[in-house]
């Protein structure tokens, strides 16, 4: 069978044209079985492979059931009328205001988890294989809020920064105050240190989609998964693994279905990897 480099489409050997699309085949169009047709994938064709891969199902599956359970968590809160009723009588107005502020928490981390539906849905769209285009340009809209929000924070921190050394160093210290001496030399640093890996981890995948979306395009050869990328994923299991303990079981399954999420999308860019190679 011929594998048409536009749109993917199955054809037979004697075709000269793509029945779906119309693109033209070369004398050299790769034909399914044997490493030799492999070896003749165009960039294109590579991309939809690897999109159609068990892992990357498997990884979107994960990651779809870790959003789940992230909702069932952010709104699992008893919130009936009666038990709102029923505390503010006993404990008064401030049970209240404290009811509403976690009311605004929850609908605060459930707006934050919208970006995980546009990511988790360019996932999906990227595996059908049919709407590429509409997955890759979720997904690039989620990392460049993700770009964002790391700017943001590090901006904050540097200009944190900048200001507590110039009010220690022109007024001669914090007045005795040693939590206001740790942020400042201890914990805005380890912010920055964490935004700026952050900010080069998005930078690079929202490079790498440019390239596979060019790859689709013009048939072009795909870029392989940065080294980086992998090991920031690796690098996030290790901590996801570290907080396991550290809630109830809502948090430990979070954290279980994280890993599973984190190493099965890595383990889907080694195998990538590997295929160029052999």
């Known amino acids: 069978m011929k594998i048409c480099n536009k749109c993917g489409h199955e054809n037979e050997n004697n075709e000269l044209y793509c029945r779906t699309c119309g693109h033209a085949f070369t004398l050299s169009a790769p034909k399914y079985g044997g490493k030799a047709a492999g070896a003749a994938l165009g960039g294109a064709e590579e991309v939809r492979k690897a999109l159609r891969s068990p892992l990357f199902f498997f990884a979107a599956l994960a990651f779809s059931a870790l959003l789940v359970l992230r909702f069932i968590n952010i709104f699992s809160m008893d919130i009936s009328a009666d038990n709102v009723l029923s505390s503010m009588n006993v404990y008064g107005g401030q049970y209240y205001r404290n009811f509403n502020i976690t009311l605004g928490t929850r609908a605060f981390a459930g707006c934050l988890e919208i970006l995980s539906v546009v990511f988790c849905v360019g996932l999906w769209l990227l595996r059908s294989a049919k709407s590429t285009d509409s997955g890759f340009t979720l997904i690039k809209v989620w990392t460049i809020i993700k770009i964002v929000f790391f700017g943001i924070l590090c901006a904050i ?20 105050n040693p939590g206001l001496a740790a942020a400042v ?52 299991a290790f901590a996801v693994l ?27 860019m080694i195998k990538f990897r590997q295929s160029r190679i052999s």
């Open 157 to 176: 921190a540097l200009v944190a920064l900048v200001c507590g050394v110039t009010s220690f160093t022109v007024f001669g210290g914090f007045d005795n």
């Open 242 to 268: 570290a907080q396991m303990f550290s809630g109830g079981v809502i948090m430990f399954l979070d954290c279980v279905i994280n890993i599973v999420y984190l190493l099965l999308i890595t383990l889907w």
């Open 185 to 236: 030399f201890i914990i805005v640093p380890l912010l920055i240190a964490l935004t700026v890996p952050g900010i080069i981890y998005y930078v690079k995948l929202l490079l790498l989609i440019k390239s596979a979306r060019a790859a689709l395009a013009s048939d072009v050869s795909v870029k392989n998964p940065p080294n980086y990328i992998i090991a920031v994923n690796f690098i996030m």
